[in-house]
Nanobody, 116 residues
Framework: QAQLVESGGGLVQAGGSLRLSCAAAVRTISFAAMAWFRQAPGKEREFVAGISWNGGVTRYADSVKGRFTISRDNPKNTVYLQMDSLKPEDTAVYYC?????????WGQGTQVTVSS
């Protein structure tokens, strides 16, 4: 069973930056389109950014376009999310997973808190 481990979250002031990492264990991500999702308190999990298997195509939610950058390192079995110009509304638990269903078992996520 695939394991996804997210890391890199933390507390940051508005306007700051964070870089999230998602390491996959047991199963390779090399041929999977991957994505980052987030879930804020009281809200449903939402798509944030996605990347094709070779990194050639990326897409973003309108709310993060121009501020976040998704990337991947297939030999390291890792996906990244560079988050710049953070806003308080970016506060959420961030998760990674394959883009389409059936998705892998969700990891624990990493908490991102942006203070105003």
């Amino acid at each position: 069973q695939a394991q996804l481990v997210e890391s890199g979250g933390g507390l940051v002031q508005a306007g700051g930056s964070l870089r999230l990492s998602c390491a996959a264990a047991v199963r390779t991500i090399s041929f999977a389109a991957m994505a980052w999702f987030r879930q804020a308190p009281g809200k449903e999990r939402e798509f944030v950014a996605g990347i094709s298997w070779n990194g050639g195509v990326t897409r973003y939610a309108d709310s993060v376009k121009g501020r976040f950058t998704i990337s991947r390192d297939n030999p390291k079995n890792t996906v990244y999310l560079q988050m710049d110009s953070l806003k308080p509304e970016d506060t959420a638990v961030y998760y990674c997973n394959v883009q389409t269903t059936p998705q892998w078992t969700w990891g624990q996520g990493t908490q991102v808190t942006v203070s105003s």
